[in-house]
């Protein structure tokens, strides 16, 4: 069972996207989505994969990047098992692969379980 991330695509620089993160077959190994925590990272061409934002299990604890603080936000619909990060005023430097992690609550890439493939956003100036 894999975590999918969708909702990428070109966009024009301070436009918006929702990026949405969901188990495919509705449950993880450990049980359903909605048990973890979840975090965003992202993957520029040439650059390391950094964390964008997380949410905790039950959103409580939610925390950003410096650099997307005040224009990402990120939401969880556990009756949906659906985490969600919505990119507003987009900027070239955001130009990246997203994925979707499920696991620890934390900003280090080691501590979620679960990832998924990625869904490519490209902001254009």
């Known amino acids: 069972v894999q975590l999918q991330a969708s909702g990428g695509g070109f966009v024009q620089a301070g436009d918006s996207l929702r990026l949405s993160c969901a188990a495919s077959?509705?449950?993880?190994?450990?049980?359903?989505?909605?048990?973890?925590?979840v975090g965003w990272f992202r993957q520029a061409p040439g650059k390391e994969r950094g964390f964008v934002a997380g949410?905790?299990?039950?959103?409580?604890?939610?925390g950003y990047a410096d650099s997307v603080k005040g224009r990402f936000t990120i939401s969880r619909d556990n009756a949906k098992n659906t985490v969600f990060l919505q990119m507003n005023g987009l900027k070239p430097e955001d130009t990246a692969v997203y994925y979707c992690?499920?696991?620890?609550?934390?900003?280090?890439?080691?501590?979620?379980?679960?990832w998924g493939q990625g869904t490519q956003v490209t902001v254009s100036s």
């Open positions: 992690a499920a696991g620890s609550d934390s900003d280090r890439s080691d501590e979620y379980k679960y």
């Open positions: 077959g509705g449950t993880l190994a450990g049980g359903t989505l909605n048990v973890y925590a």
């Open positions: 949410i905790s299990w039950n959103g409580d604890d939610i």
